[in-house]
């Protein structure tokens, strides 16, 4: 199993809402992460889990909060977003923190905030 | 109307043609670079990658190539089909073995039949 499923698919949300983005690998691996991906732009990282820790966080504003309860399930929290927040969101994972490995993707949340 | 940033660099090449996408990457001391494609509405799937130890990669109809002296990388795509056609990203691993991936801007390929 080579796959990263993320649910949901698309998402709408006001700008009060809070939704929770759910992310899941059985690769085992132990590296996890989120981009965030603007329309004919590359994707841009958001976060780094390393062994269920945080071991990255660029910058991310707190209206976004990262989770991993699991070495196998990685949680994005959002509260009170703006409607520039609306973008996809990628989840991936890789096979060992601290090696170069490739990463594998998600299908990606389409979230739109009104 | 469309504005000034939001057109991807596009590629336009005929069925059964060779492509090559070209890509800079800015940082000397990344050890690892991969090359995605992405397909419409689906999410970033990897092609190939290279190491910095390495100039040349070899896959299936898929070759990369990386010249760090001038910090450039390349994706050759032999005889191209129709469902090659999606934006290809080229990525860095930033500083070692941060697992952080830095991603190009992307190119747009298109094969016309």
């Known amino acids: 199993d080579t796959e990263v499923t993320q649910t949901p698919k698309h998402l709408v949300m006001g700008m009060t809402n809070k939704k929770s983005l759910k992310c899941e690998q059985h690769?085992?691996?132990?590296?996890m992460y989120w981009y965030k991906q603007k329309a004919k732009k590359p994707p841009e990282l958001m976060f780094v889990y390393s062994y269920e820790k945080l071991s990255i966080n660029e910058s991310v504003p707190s209206r976004f909060s990262p989770e991993c309860p699991n070495s196998s399930l990685l949680n994005l929290h959002l509260h009170a977003l703006q409607p520039e927040d609306s973008a996809l969101y990628l989840c991936?994972?890789?096979?060992?923190?601290?090696?170069?490995?490739?990463?594998?993707f998600g299908p990606g949340t389409r979230l739109t905030v009104t | 109307g469309e504005s000034v940033g939001l057109h991807l660099p596009t590629l336009s090449v005929q069925e059964g043609d060779n492509s090559i996408i070209n890509c800079a990457y800015s940082n000397s001391a990344s050890d690892y670079f991969i090359w995605y494609k992405q397909e419409s509405g689906k999410g970033p799937q990897f092609i190939i990658d290279?190491?910095?130890?390495?100039d040349k990669r070899q896959g299936q109809r898929v070759t990369v190539l990386l010249n760090k002296t001038v910090k450039h990388l390349s994706l050759q795509i032999a005889a191209t089909q129709p469902g090659d056609s999606a934006v290809y990203f080229c990525a860095e691993n930033y500083g070692g073995a941060t697992n952080k991936l830095i991603f190009g801007t992307g190119t747009l390929l298109a094969v016309q039949p």
């Open positions: 991936a994972s890789s096979q060992e923190p601290g090696q170069t490995y490739e990463q594998y």
């Open positions: 290279i190491r910095s130890n390495m």
């Open positions: 690769m085992g691996h132990r590296a």
